[in-house]
């Protein structure tokens, strides 16, 4: 079993509906959550942080993490074609280099 | 925010050739610089860690003689990719470190470095 797992996608979605994505993983050491955004040919910037479980929001953006479930969410309302990308979830354990592991990331295309 | 540069954005060479590639941190000291490798619907795949002024260290399966990586000053680090095969094509990425952002786990992300090996 991989440590987080993330559906590859493509999802597709018209233009502002509400984006479910989601991730598990199997090591109940990660702390940290966070949520990238990866534009086609790009490197990938940092969408959401959320430290241990609970909610965090950020204008259209929604990050939710369920530590006991050992599941995160990303949620974005009112969905845009340029919010069209590829979201990869990352977490990491405290302490030591911080370096997160990533999920292989979801396809997402809002089509108009 | 941190800006993190790569250059060559694209390189296409033949087998057996040696291909460099360049990663600078453009408004920020970088003291730790990661090396990844992404395939298509893949993860991004950490290859090594760069310290400023020390060897890099590898993840495992990684081979350090085929990709050398230098991280000579705080905002440049290099990785060579030694005589390319075929199946070292991919998207390189590098990401850098910002210990002043206030997030520990925040890298910021380079543009990639596609990279063809015929």
């Known amino acids: 079993q991989k440590e987080v797992e993330q559906d590859p996608g493509p999802l597709s979605v018209p233009e502002g509906a509400i984006v479910s994505l989601n991730c598990t993983y199997s090591?109940?050491?990660?702390?940290?959550f966070m949520w990238y955004r990866q534009y086609s040919r790009k490197g990938p910037e940092l969408l959401m942080y959320?430290?241990?479980?609970g909610n965090k929001e950020d204008g259209r953006f929604t990050a939710q993490v369920d530590k006991s479930s050992k599941y995160i969410s990303l949620f974005i309302r009112d969905s845009q074609p340029s919010d069209s990308a590829t979201y990869l979830c990352a977490m990491s354990a405290s302490g030591g280099s911080y370096i997160p592991t990533f999920g292989r990331g979801t396809s997402l295309i809002v089509h108009p | 925010g941190a800006v993190v540069s790569q250059h060559p954005s694209r390189v296409i060479c033949k087998s057996g050739t040696s291909v460099k590639i360049e990663c600078r941190s453009l408004d920020f000291q970088a003291t730790t610089m990661f090396w990844y490798r992404q395939f298509p619907k893949k993860s991004l795949m950490l290859m090594a860690t760069?310290?400023?002024?020390?060897?890099?260290?590898?993840e495992q399966g990684v081979e350090k003689d085929k990709f050398l990586i230098n991280h000579a000053s705080l905002t440049l680090s290099t990785l060579t990719v030694t005589s390319a095969h075929p199946e070292d094509s991919s998207f390189y990425i590098c990401?850098?470190?910002?210990?002043?952002?206030?997030?520990?786990?925040?890298?910021?992300f380079g543009p990639g470095t596609r990279l063809t090996v015929l």
């Open positions: 760069s310290n400023e002024g020390s060897k890099a260290t590898y």
């Open positions: 090591n109940s050491a990660f702390q940290y």
């Open positions: 959320t430290y241990s479980s």
């Open positions: 990401s850098a470190r910002d210990w002043t952002s206030g997030i520990p786990q925040e890298q910021f």
